[in-house]
């Protein structure tokens, strides 16, 4: 017999805990400005990320490392002042929080108090620790992130599917339940095996969102540029093109050229 799933208004951290007790998944995609979040939000979207991808997607850098926190605040109050019902989880950007948690405080509150953000997310486990329990104990969620942390890029040297070898799953595994234990209300996966990701999302009680994780987790995030297919030059195995805005829009503006070197454009019902 199947259970009627709860109509959420207004999507809380305790919303998500909520739904995956209730084996309900959670859908979660980024946004970075008024206009798309708006369209994200409308559609039904339970979380959205103001996500440090802004960096590529929005300023066309290589890697997620040059946005700055000013940047990310602008973006994440552009993103806030859309959304009605998603909850509006904020990406605090590399250099803001990994090795003094005096910082990491300050860099959170002001994206709380400046942008109007719902939580901010951090990529690390044990290593960041302290971070994590300073910003949390003055209030704010915190969504964690493990797997593949963009952040880290340079460390890695590649973006791999990473946890394939033994040791580094084990050590994502318990830097996961070591998120939980601080208080994380929500943890991103990115691109592990989904054996694993399964296995994690099983042994926590909070929810486990997956991009490149499989299917065994509680909830998907993608980029939402990728997704609608705005981008077109990343195509890794995880990703679902829902669209293929680049195509269209090239149409598009193709033809608005042509017409207007035509003088097609505007035509007599076009005008004053």
Do not use: W
């Amino acid at each position: 017999m199947s259970v009627a799933k709860k109509d959420y208004k207004k999507i809380t951290t305790k919303s998500l805990v909520d739904m995956k007790a209730q084996g309900e998944k959670i859908s979660m995609l980024t946004a970075y400005d008024f206009t798309m979040a708006k369209i994200v939000d409308s559609a039904g979207v339970d979380v959205i990320l103001v996500g440090d991808s802004a960096s590529n997607v929005m300023a066309g850098h290589e890697t997620t490392l040059p946005i700055t926190l000013d940047q990310m605040i602008y973006h994440a109050s552009s993103v806030v002042r859309a959304v009605d019902r998603a909850l509006v989880v904020v990406d605090l950007p590399f250099g803001t929080y990994q090795s003094d948690p005096k910082e990491a405080l300050r860099s959170a509150i002001r994206i709380m108090k400046e942008s109007g953000g719902h939580a901010v997310k951090l990529e690390g486990g044990s290593e960041i620790k302290d971070s994590i329990k300073k910003i949390l104990n003055a209030g704010i969620p915190v969504m964690g992130h493990l797997g593949l942390t963009p952040q880290s890029i340079y460390k890695f040297g590649t973006y791999t599917v990473r946890a394939k070898e033994d040791a580094e799953a084990e050590k994502l595994l318990e830097d996961a339940k070591l998120l939980e234990r601080l208080g994380c209300f929500a943890l991103v996966l990115e691109k592990i095996p989904a054996a694993l990701a399964e296995k994690v999302a099983a042994q926590l009680h909070i929810p486990v969102i997956g991009i490149g994780a499989g299917s065994g987790v509680d909830g998907q995030v993608l980029v939402l540029h990728d997704m609608i297919g705005m981008t077109h030059e990343f195509s890794p195995r995880f990703l679902r093109r829902y669209m293929n805005l680049y195509e269209e829009m090239s149409q598009a503006i193709g033809q608005y050229v042509t017409d207007v070197k035509t003088k097609d454009f505007p035509n007599a019902h076009e005008q004053y």
